[in-house]
C-alpha cells in the first residue's frame, strides 16, 4: 500500500456512557475520564456530529482549536480524524491547535462555518491531574442552545458505533492547506492551518481607534500596565495585538507562554487565582492591570495600587461610556443584558439611557440569541464574562481594549472613572460566595428545601433584622426566563430573594465543574449615599441573612466558603 492510497474510513463499534451531558460550557471532566475510559472522547465527538443533519453535514466547514491545555492535541487528532470520516470537507485549525474561545467564534463567522469544536476547560485547573472538555459551538459562532446540548446527550446515551480515520495524520505546525483523499469520497478533505491571531486582531482593528489606544500605551505621557495571561491561551494574543501593535513594553505582559498546565496555577482571573497580576500592582508602579482566563474569554481589570472593579460594575462602565468605542459610534447601541446573578448596576445606566434592557438565565447562549436578533450590543456576567455583540462569546481581549478606551478618552484614572460612576448611578455593592465540591445529594435537598420555604405566601413581606438594619421581603422565587427571541422558557435558573430595597440575595447550583457540586450564594445590595465603604463590610448583614435562611453551614458540613470574589 503506498503512501498516495485513499485513507481508510472505518465504522468502530462502541458502548454508550451515561455521564456525558453537556453542562453550561461543554463537557468537563477530570483528564483521567477522557484518557482511561474506552472511546470516552470519541463518543462524545459522534454525538456532537450526528446531532448535525447528515445534509448539512456533507462538505461543510468547521473550526477547531483550544487553549492549549494538557491532552489538547490528541484530542484535535481524534476530532479531525472523525470529522473527515462524518463528511465535513474542510477544517480550519488554530496554529499548534492554539485558539482562544473568542477568536473561534471570530474564525467560525468569519468562513461560515457550521460550528466549531473546542478542547477546553475554560478557566479549571490543567495539566495530567486537571481538567479537560469539549465544547460545541454552532454557526453563529455561539455556545449550542439547549435544545443542541440535549440532542447531544440523548445520542451519547444511545449509541453504538463512531466513524473515524484513523490513517489521517494532521501536522499543526505547518500554516497552511492540507489535502487528503478519504476512500469512497469525491472530494479530498482539506485542512487549513491557520493563523491563531490575524483574524481576531482584524476584527478587532475595526471596533476600536488602535492609534489613540497606541498613544495611551507608548506615546509620550502612556500609562503604565500590566497583564497577566496566567499561561493560557491569550498570551499570543497579548503579545501579537498588545505588544507588537500597540506598543504596550514587553516586560508589562506576563504568563504569555500557553502550558498544558498553566504553571501549576488556577487560570481563572480574580483577585484570589491572579496572585501575579495583584501582588505586582500593590505598589502603585502600574496605573491599569489585566488578567485573562485559561481560554481567554474571562477578563479582570484592575487599577492602580489593585484597585479592584467588579465584573458587574465593569459592564456598567462599559455601558456609560459606550461611545468611546468607535464601532457603536457606527453601529448605535441596541440593547444591554447581564445574567440574573449580576449586580443591577447596568439596570441604571440602562434606565438613564433609555435603553433596554435585558435579564438573562447564567450563559452566553442566551445573549447570543439576543444579539442574532438585532436586540442586544453589550452584555456581562458576575463571573468576570463581558462582551459586545461582534461574535458570540464573552471576550476578554475586548473587554481591557474597551476599558483602555475608556482611559484613552476620559484621560482619567480606573479608580476615578469608578467613583464618579456611583457618584452618578449610586454603588451597588457585590460578592459572591462560592462552596466547592460539597456532596451533591446535601446541596440538592438544601435547595429543594429553600425553594419550599422561599415559595410559601408567608415568606413574603418576612422581615430580618441584623444589628440596625432590617429588611423586608418583597419577592421570592425561583428565577425563570423567557426568550423575548424564540419564547422558549429556561425554569429552575436559581432562587432569588428580593427584599423592599433592592438588595437582592440568590442561590445557585452551578454546572461548570468537573466533580461534586458548587453552591454560589451572591448578594447584591444599592446604596445611594455609602459608596466609598469596604464591600464585605457593607454585605455582612445580608451575608449573616442568606446563610442563616438557607442554613448551608449545617447543610454541607462547610464552616465557610472555599472562594470570595
Given at each position: 500500500?503506498?503512501?498516495n ?15 456525558q ?6 463537557l ?13 472522547l470519541?463518543?462524545?465527538?459522534q ?5 448535525i ?5 456533507q ?16 484530542a484535535?487528532?481524534?476530532i479531525?480524524q ?24 471570530c ?6 462555518a457550521?460550528?466549531g469544536i473546542?478542547?477546553t476547560?475554560?478557566?479549571?485547573p ?5 481538567d479537560?472538555?469539549i465544547k460545541f ?8 442552545k ?8 440523548q445520542?451519547?446515551?444511545t449509541?453504538e458505533?463512531?466513524a473515524?480515520?484513523p490513517g489521517?495524520?494532521?501536522d ?5 492547506k ?6 469512497n ?6 485542512v487549513?492551518?491557520v493563523?491563531s491571531?490575524?483574524?481576531?486582531a482584524?476584527?478587532?482593528?475595526n ?12 506615546g ?22 498588545m505588544c507588537e501593535?500597540?506598543?504596550c513594553p ?18 481563572d ?5 491572579a496572585?501575579?497580576?495583584?501582588d ?5 508602579q ?8 485559561g ?11 489593585g484597585f ?8 456598567a462602565?462599559i455601558?456609560?461610556?459606550?461611545f468611546c468605542?468607535p464601532?457603536?459610534?457606527h453601529?448605535g ?7 440574573m ?5 447596568l439596570d441604571r ?5 433609555k435603553i433596554e434592557l435585558?435579564?438573562?438565565?447564567t ?6 440569541n439576543?444579539?442574532?436578533?438585532g ?6 456576567e ?11 462569546e464573552k471576550?476578554?481581549?475586548w473587554?481591557v481594549?474597551?476599558w483602555?478606551s ?14 464618579d460612576?456611583?457618584?452618578k ?14 456532596d451533591i ?6 435547595m ?6 422561599i415559595?410559601d405566601?408567608?415568606?413574603v413581606?418576612?422581615?430580618?433584622a441584623?444589628?440596625?438594619?432590617i429588611?423586608q ?8 426566563y ?14 432569588r430573594?428580593i427584599?423592599?430595597d433592592g438588595s437582592?440575595?440568590?442561590y445557585r447550583l452551578?454546572g ?14 444599592y446604596?445611594k ?7 464585605q463590610v457593607m ?12 442554613q448551608?453551614?449545617?447543610?454541607t458540613g ?8
Amino acid at each position: 500500500m503506498t503512501d498516495n492510497s485513499p485513507l481508510q474510513v472505518l465504522t468502530v463499534p462502541t458502548a454508550p456512557y451515561p455521564d456525558q451531558r453537556p453542562g453550561t460550557s461543554g463537557l468537563r471532566k477530570k483528564v483521567y475520564v477522557f484518557q482511561s475510559r474506552r472511546n470516552y472522547l470519541h463518543n462524545f465527538i459522534q454525538s456532537i456530529f450526528s446531532s448535525i443533519d447528515l445534509r448539512d453535514r456533507q462538505g461543510s466547514t468547521m473550526v477547531v482549536g483550544g487553549d492549549g491545555r494538557f491532552f489538547n492535541p490528541a484530542a484535535i487528532e481524534v476530532i479531525v480524524q472523525m470529522a473527515a470520516a462524518n463528511g465535513v470537507g474542510r477544517m480550519i485549525i488554530g496554529h499548534h491547535g492554539i485558539l482562544s474561545t473568542p477568536a473561534i467564534s471570530c474564525l467560525i463567522r468569519k468562513y461560515k462555518a457550521i460550528g466549531g469544536i473546542v478542547p477546553t476547560a475554560s478557566h479549571n485547573p490543567g495539566g495530567p491531574d486537571g481538567d479537560f472538555g469539549i465544547k460545541f459551538n454552532t454557526a453563529n459562532g455561539g455556545p449550542a442552545k439547549e435544545a443542541v446540548t440535549s440532542k447531544i446527550f440523548q445520542i451519547s446515551r444511545t449509541i453504538e458505533e463512531f466513524a473515524i480515520c484513523p490513517g489521517l495524520r494532521v501536522d499543526l505546525t505547518t500554516l497552511g492547506k492540507q489535502m487528503f483523499d478519504l476512500e469512497n469520497k469525491f472530494k479530498p478533505f482539506t485542512v487549513e492551518i491557520v493563523d491563531s491571531v490575524e483574524s481576531y486582531a482584524n476584527l478587532l482593528r475595526n471596533i476600536f481607534d488602535f492609534a489613540a489606544l497606541k498613544e495611551l500605551l507608548s506615546g509620550k505621557n502612556h500609562i503604565k500596565i500590566r497583564i497577566d495571561a496566567m499561561h493560557g491561551v491569550a498570551g499570543p494574543y497579548v503579545r501579537r495585538i498588545m505588544c507588537e501593535e500597540l506598543g504596550c513594553p514587553v516586560n508589562s505582559a506576563i504568563n504569555c507562554v500557553p502550558l498544558e498546565d498553566f504553571g501549576g496555577q488556577h487560570p481563572d482571573p480574580n483577585p484570589m487565582y491572579a496572585t501575579d497580576l495583584v501582588d505586582s500592582m500593590k505598589d502603585g508602579q502600574y496605573d491599569f492591570g489585566a488578567a485573562f482566563d485559561g481560554d481567554g474569554d474571562r477578563n479582570m481589570i484592575l487599577g492602580k495600587r489593585g484597585f479592584f472593579v467588579t465584573p458587574s460594575d465593569s459592564v456598567a462602565v462599559i455601558a456609560d461610556n459606550i461611545f468611546c468605542i468607535p464601532y457603536f459610534q457606527h453601529t448605535g447601541v441596541r440593547g444591554f443584558a447581564r445574567s440574573m446573578p449580576t449586580s443591577a448596576a447596568l439596570d441604571r445606566v440602562a434606565k438613564a439611557t433609555k435603553i433596554e434592557l435585558y435579564e438573562t438565565p447564567t450563559g452566553w447562549k442566551f445573549f447570543g440569541n439576543l444579539m442574532d436578533a438585532g436586540m442586544l450590543s453589550l452584555c456581562g456576567e458576575e463571573s468576570f464574562g463581558t462582551g459586545g455583540d461582534h461574535i458570540r462569546e464573552k471576550d476578554g481581549l475586548w473587554a481591557v481594549l474597551a476599558w483602555l478606551s475608556i482611559l484613552a478618552t476620559r484621560k482619567q484614572s480606573v479608580e476615578d472613572i469608578l467613583k464618579d460612576h456611583w457618584l452618578k448611578y449610586g454603588r451597588n455593592y457585590f460578592t459572591r460566595y462560592d462552596y466547592e465540591n460539597v456532596d451533591i445529594d446535601a446541596a440538592c435537598e438544601m435547595m429543594e428545601d429553600l425553594e419550599i420555604m422561599i415559595s410559601d405566601k408567608s415568606f413574603v413581606k418576612q422581615r430580618f433584622a441584623v444589628e440596625d438594619k432590617i429588611y423586608q421581603v418583597e419577592k421570592a422565587d425561583n428565577f425563570e426566563y423567557t426568550d423575548p427571541v424564540d419564547s422558549t422558557i429556561s425554569r429552575n435558573q436559581g432562587l432569588r430573594i428580593i427584599f423592599s430595597d433592592g438588595s437582592r440575595i440568590i442561590y445557585r447550583l452551578s454546572g461548570t465543574g468537573s466533580d461534586g457540586a458548587t453552591v454560589r450564594i451572591y448578594i447584591d445590595s444599592y446604596e445611594k449615599e455609602q459608596i466609598f465603604e469596604d464591600t464585605q463590610v457593607m454585605l455582612a448583614p445580608l451575608a449573616t441573612i442568606a446563610l442563616k435562611i438557607s442554613q448551608l453551614h449545617h447543610r454541607t458540613g462547610r464552616s465557610g466558603p472555599s472562594l470570595i470574589t
